[in-house]
């Protein structure tokens, strides 16, 4: 059963059924009776092709361009909703969960993002009770900032750009961060090492484990000219900010 399932779902979605002929969805006749035979649902909603854009779990895959993006009336409320929280001064916990959830969606899309949710995501520890409004502090608003700043200019993410892409690389650039000790990074022959200052010593983990790789950019960036770099970095979140 198990594989007839899959099989089918392929057919009716497969992003390349644009190329099919216009008899496609004649074609698609016995397939849809097949499932019917079966005993399956299939929900209408869920039917859409042959087309070049399909919408799976409300992400929109753009076949001709080559991207995943959210769908427009999706994206406008995560701006108006982002809009309503720069003006508040306070929250309480499910309504912090609620806006967590949504952009924890989009980061399906905006990978980079997850680097972002950090801060709002520790403020759901301050909470004594759900029903407790506690204060926005400096470091949520400039996480909320940032996702403004982010929807401003932010159209998808390129299917090129996903994690299953591997080419082929020139060199790797190792770094390390230890959030009491210092940091560091390898390329080829060339090292560096350093203690954190007193101004550092106290910021994130986040931060501490991308400062030595744009210090490495900054040191080695010039030999990287036209070449593939692997950074080779224990923090995912940093992963995806590059």
């Keep these: 059963m198990m594989s007839h399932t899959s099989v089918i779902t392929w057919t009716i979605s497969s992003p390349w059924a644009h190329r099919l002929p216009l008899s496609a969805t004649t074609t698609f006749k016995p397939v849809f009776n097949c499932v019917k035979e079966l005993g399956?649902?299939?929900h209408p909603d869920k039917l859409e092709g042959p087309a070049t854009c399909l919408t799976i779990l409300g992400i929109e895959l753009d076949f001709e361009k080559l991207q995943a993006r959210?769908?427009?009336?999706?994206?406008?409320?995560?701006?108006?909703?982002l809009d309503e929280w720069s003006a508040a001064s306070f929250c309480k916990c499910?309504?912090?969960?609620?806006?967590?959830?949504?952009?924890?969606?989009?980061?399906?899309?905006?990978?980079?993002?997850?680097?972002?949710?950090c801060w709002m995501i520790n403020l759901l520890?301050?909470?004594?009770?759900?029903?407790?409004?506690?204060?926005?502090?400096?470091?949520?608003?400039?996480?909320?900032?940032?996702?403004?700043?982010?929807?401003?200019?932010?159209d998808g993410l390129s299917f090129f750009?996903?994690?299953?892409w591997a080419p082929?690389?020139?060199f790797q650039v190792s770094s390390e961060a230890a959030g009491s000790l210092g940091y560091g990074a390898i390329f080829k022959?060339?090292?560096?090492?350093?203690?954190?200052?007193?101004?550092?010593?106290?910021?994130?983990?986040?931060?501490?484990?991308?400062?030595?790789?744009?210090?490495?950019?900054?040191?080695?960036?010039?030999?990287?000219?036209?070449?593939?770099?692997?950074?080779?970095?224990?923090?995912?979140?940093?992963?995806?900010?590059?």
């Design 40 to 42: 399956l649902p299939l």
């Design 70 to 81: 959210l769908l427009a009336d999706k994206r406008d409320r995560i701006i108006t909703l």
């Design 94 to 117: 499910h309504e912090l969960e609620s806006l967590i959830g949504h952009l924890h969606h989009t980061c399906k899309v905006t990978p980079q993002g997850r680097t972002f949710l």
């Design 125 to 154: 520890c301050v909470f004594r009770h759900d029903d407790h409004p506690n204060r926005l502090n400096q470091e949520f608003r400039q996480d909320l900032t940032w996702w403004r700043e982010l929807f401003q200019t932010w």
């Design 161 to 164: 750009c996903m994690p299953t």
């Design 168 to 170: 082929l690389l020139d």
């Design 189 to 242: 022959s060339h090292w560096f090492s350093s203690a954190w200052s007193v101004a550092q010593s106290s910021l994130s983990i986040a931060y501490k484990e991308l400062f030595p790789i744009v210090v490495a950019a900054y040191l080695w960036g010039p030999q990287w000219v036209s070449q593939r770099v692997e950074f080779l970095c224990d923090s995912e979140s940093m992963m995806a900010v590059l």
